[in-house]
């Protein structure tokens, strides 16, 4: 039995003129996005590090009290992330900024879901234990949840963590945009209501664009011009302001494209027509049969 | 017996103020608690100035210090109440502020745009309940306060910008926990006091009240004719 360089290519080359050829899908990749989310504006220049949002989260999700709430001397040292006992933390970072008298002046940043407009994480999620609500919320929902965590690889934020020690009802836990308070007439997230500067702002998301660019239009020295949330991963519901770049406050510089659509466009180019099975198992049985006849004359010697 | 009598007679009145319960309350705290409770109408528009331009404007309508009606305000609104309610009120020494700042413009940052309306007007005026979708760069009263009073201070690198640096704590009862003896005189109480807040000792000697200088809004014409403060003088150095 052999392949020959010739017939290997011209059984590739027949399969990639299939896949040149195959129909036009017309299944375009459509955003799910609600029309009017919520959101949440997080002003960098205005957290004062205080970790009261971490408090009030850890209160209104019936979560344990953070580590050290009233005592902000060590808690920064070490860099920390939302986990299955914090929907939210906040973090320092020494960025270069120094102040008049050259000390280095901090900048807090709170993580939590970002509750994308297309998240990654309900595309991946094959249970649809996840979704995304028309208040913008990516909810789960733990009764459908199998505990495959595909969501948590899914997620470009690196958000969704999971309940390791709880051997029986594991869930994935994450930021809940505090849907039972938002939900209702004039509710506001815990974080955002604690918050003694107003660094997050709660609101509709397209309000909250107008009023960050309107912020960055009169205070051009205090920002950075750029809303992240605005566009990266095809828009976020929580977006930040800052005045030192991004990436030096682990908020990754991401594409705009949102996550969903390649990965959604590849899985249904794919399946359409079930075209990628049928020539599967076309080039199979074809292998199968030219197997079968170059097979069968060398027996005959008995070699 | 006589004795006795004097006794009994120095109680009545005593006893006669026990009965009618009336505490004593200071008339300015009062004032200022009941000043707090009052909210006031929105203003919804106002007037877009400047910085420099708003302090012009507060000098050509002779603004000074003279005019700072209010010397305390308690700020316990309800307007923040409404929301949460998770620390003490704040006192904040307005009059003691305006002497140090010395530019009304600095807090006073905006004016109504009726241009019959006072050249300054209370925070709670313009800044009200958070995220008003009407108004939604309008930042609430809360937020108001936290992003002034923090920025000066950290900008002046002077005043507290720790949340109990301004919000009182919860004052446990002292009876319980201080044992002084009968009929103490001035010394033993500041040296009970001194055993637990020594470091607020440390500080009382860096103020006004010990070194008897800085800032005099209430003295006539702000005048700082004081030789003999307790800091300067050894025979008042107790
Ligand atoms: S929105 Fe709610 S769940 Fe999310 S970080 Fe804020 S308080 Fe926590
Ligand atoms: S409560 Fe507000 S100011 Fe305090 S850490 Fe959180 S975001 Fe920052």
């Given amino acids: 039995m052999q392949i020959t360089r010739r017939h290997f290519f011209g059984v590739m080359g027949a399969a990639g003129a299939s896949v040149a050829v195959r129909p036009p899908t017309g299944h375009a990749w459509q ?60 973090n320092r970072y020494y960025t270069g900024k120094v102040d008049e008298f050259d000390k280095p002046v901090p900048t807090y940043a709170k993580v939590q879901c970002m509750h994308c407009q297309d998240p990654a994480c309900v595309s991946a999620c094959i249970v649809g234990a996840l979704t995304k609500d028309e208040t913008g919320t990516v909810r789960y929902d733990v009764t459908r949840c199998i505990g495959c965590r595909y969501c948590m690889v899914a997620c470009p934020f690196e958000i969704p963590a999971y309940e390791y020690h709880d051997p029986i009802t594991p869930k994935v ?106 020539l599967l198992f076309g080039v199979l049985g074809g292998l199968m049969a030219w197997f079968n006849k170059n097979d069968n004359p060398p027996d005959k010697g008995g070699a | 017996m006589i004795k006795k009598i004097m006794v009994c007679a120095c109680l009545i009145p005593f006893l006669a103020g026990v009965c009618t319960a009336e505490v004593w ?57 409404e929301r949460e309610d998770h620390y003490e009120p704040v006192r904040f020494a307005h009059k003691r502020h305006a002497a140090l700042v010395d530019d009304c413009s600095k807090c006073h940052h905006f004016r109504p745009k009726d241009e019959d309306a006072l050249e300054t007007t209370r925070c709670s005026a313009c800044h009200q309940d958070s995220f008003n979708p009407e108004y939604p760069e309008r930042i609430g009263l809360k937020a108001a306060y936290h992003q002034q009073c923090m920025e000066c201070h950290q900008q002046e690198a002077k005043g507290p910008v720790d949340c109990t640096g301004c919000h009182l704590k919860h004052v446990p009862d002292h009876k319980e926990l201080v044992k002084l003896p009968d009929n103490p005189d ?22 006004a009240h010990w070194l008897w200088r800085g800032p005099s809004p209430y003295t006539t014409g702000h005048r700082k004719d004081i030789l003999h403060g307790k800091g300067t003088t050894a025979l008042n150095n107790f």
């Fill in chain 2, 186 to 207: 001035p010394i033993q109480v500041t040296q009970a006091c001194l055993e637990c807040h020594d470091t607020q000792g440390e500080d009382m000697l860096k103020t």
């Fill in chain 2, 25 to 81: 309350k200071a008339p300015d705290q009062e004032q200022a608690r009941e000043r707090a409770k009052e909210t006031v109408p929105f203003i919804k528009e106002y007037k877009d100035d400047c910085q420099i331009s708003r302090r012009i404007c507060l000098m050509d309508a002779g603004i000074s210090l003279d005019d700072v009606s209010t010397v305390y305000f308690l700020l316990d609104s309800p307007i923040i109440k």
């Fill in chain 1, 31 to 90: 955003s799910k996005a609600p029309p009017d989310p919520f959101g949440c504006l997080v002003d960098l220049t205005r957290c004062v590090g205080c970790r009261k949002c971490e408090e009030a989260c850890a209160e209104v999700n019936g979560l344990p009290e953070p580590e050290r709430v009233n005592c902000q001397c060590t808690i920064f040292e070490k860099d920390r992330r939302p986990d299955h006992d914090a929907y939210t933390v906040v």
């Fill in chain 1, 173 to 278: 836990m994450k930021c809940t945009f505090c849907y039972d308070r938002i939900s209702k007439q004039g509710g506001v997230p815990g974080c955002a209501t604690i918050c003694p500067t107003e660094a997050i702002t709660f609101g509709r998301r397209e309000t909250l664009l107008e009023v960050a660019k309107k912020r960055l239009k009169e205070n051009p020295a205090r920002y950075l011009p750029h809303i992240y949330g605005e566009k990266e991963v095809g828009g976020t519901s929580w977006m930040y302001l800052s005045g030192v770049p991004f990436e030096q406050v682990n908020l990754p510089a991401l594409p705009e494209t949102p996550s969903p659509k390649l990965s959604e466009t590849v899985q249904h180019s794919l399946f359409t027509y079930l075209w990628s099975p049928i």
